[in-house]
């Protein structure tokens, strides 16, 4: 199934191009608002399954083109993110450490809306395309070989990135945890219609320019073991997520009017815009082709506007 939020944040499931309202289907889910609506669903899932798949049968549609989409988990409880989860293309010798940072859950933003740059002194700004995955039970010390059991879901998931911000020491919380940084969706795709999740193109394109183009086959440290790590430090929650991390090759800056578009199969395409209203602007290169020109650093240079080296 593919669950979502549509206009006022009814509840929805997606049939072909059109929407399945299920709102009256779920009002008996405690919850005082959506946030913890869906979650609740999510938990209780196996108990409303087939009575949504049953009524969804004959209900009226409606377009997808005619709504508007909203983020499929509003406020998760967790956010997780896999830091230097991937092998880069082969460019690295060997695994990086298992290594994790939070996101603050109020980040969240979906389909349609605008990550916003704010007036901040960062080198650059990035979005690392990521497979989202949600948890479905409570997680707590999971065994490696029962991880994949606890997943309900997966989704689209940008991890928005403010980098070289002042001081060194001060780097995830500053560079990650700002208002819009976490765009996903559209909506969210159960477990049991992802035959292999480590098995996925992931595709991040910039007004219209692949950037970003590589198979989660790539990961270093693969989905179970991520399961295994987290929930041995804290309980994973129904509704939490765990975002498995990036190819950093080709990222690339995020500027003002840039319209965002992240697919990865089988999950639909999560577009974005990008505002910034100081108009800043930075070499469309990706990393890795700044690397391949001999430049020095790893991401490309403000060229103009505020904090712009001699602006």
Known sequence: MKLL???????????????????????????????????????????????????????????????????????????????????????????????????????????????????????????????????????????????????????????????????????????????????IGPYLVTADEIENPQNLQVKLSVNGNVKQDFNTDDMAHKIPRLIEWISSIHDLEPGDIIATGTNHRGLNAFQDGDIVEMEIEGLGQLKIDIRDDLKRTWSRDTRSEHTGKGLEGRFTPQLTGKYAEGG
């Open 5 to 183: 939020f549509f206009n006022d944040f009814r509840l929805g499931l997606l049939k072909g191009d059109s929407v399945v309202d299920l709102t009256d289907q779920v009002q008996d889910v405690p919850h005082t608002g959506p946030h913890n609506l869906i979650i609740g669903l999510i938990e209780q899932f196996s108990n409303y399954r087939q009575q949504l798949e049953l009524f969804s049968e004959s209900a009226p549609t409606i377009p997808l083109g005619e709504v508007r989409i909203r983020p499929p988990l509003p406020k998760p409880g967790n956010i997780d993110c896999m830091a230097v989860n991937y092998m880069e293309d082969g460019t690295l010798q060997k695994p990086a450490p298992i290594n994790a940072f939070h996101k603050a859950s109020n980040c969240v933003i979906g389909h349609g809306d605008t990550m916003i740059l704010t007036d901040i002194p960062a080198a650059i700004f990035e979005g690392e395309a990521e497979l989202g995955l949600v948890i479905g039970k409570r997680a707590s010390h999971v065994p490696l070989e029962k991880a994949m059991d606890y997943i309900f879901g997966y989704f689209n998931f940008i991890d928005g990135s403010a980098r070289g911000l002042p001081p060194d020491t001060n780097v995830f919380f500053q560079a990650k945890s700002r208002d819009t940084f976490a765009p």
